[in-house]
């Protein structure tokens, strides 16, 4: 009923810049909270940067002053703009968004299906 859409990522040299991109579709009412996690060969996924619905963002600290989160409310997207980028930041990023459906009360947890940021010179 809900699709994530991820775009954005790739191989970037350390200190290089990317921009991650996620778009919500389907039979959306309205999204509460969004956000990025991440999760590296042989650890747990691990969250990154979160933003509600009224704009409130949290971050990681191992990412703050290096990543930015944002979202688009009209376009059900949410951005994760990472500069500074090192070779820890080296994962498979996942968006995610609890979307509350047309004709529902409570919100539902969904997920995308996972980008690869690889920073390595």
């Known amino acids: 009923q809900v699709q994530l859409v991820e775009s954005g990522g790739g191989l970037v040299q350390p200190g290089g810049s990317l921009r991650l991109s996620c778009a919500a579709s389907?039979?959306?009412?309205?999204?509460?909270?969004m956000g990025w996690y991440r999760q590296a060969p042989g650890k747990q996924r691990e969250p990154v940067a979160t933003i509600t619905g009224g704009g409130r963002v949290n971050l990681a600290d191992s990412v703050k002053g290096r990543f930015t989160i944002s979202r688009d409310n009209a376009k059900n997207t949410v951005y994760l703009q990472m500069n500074s980028l090192k070779p820890d930041d080296t994962a498979v990023y996942y968006c995610?968004?609890?979307?509350?459906?047309?004709?529902?009360?409570?919100?539902?947890?969904?997920w995308g299906q996972g980008t690869q940021v690889t920073v390595s010179s």
């Open positions: 389907g039979s959306i009412f309205s999204i509460n909270d």
């Open positions: 995610n968004a609890w979307v509350i459906l047309r004709g529902r009360l409570s919100a539902l947890d969904y």
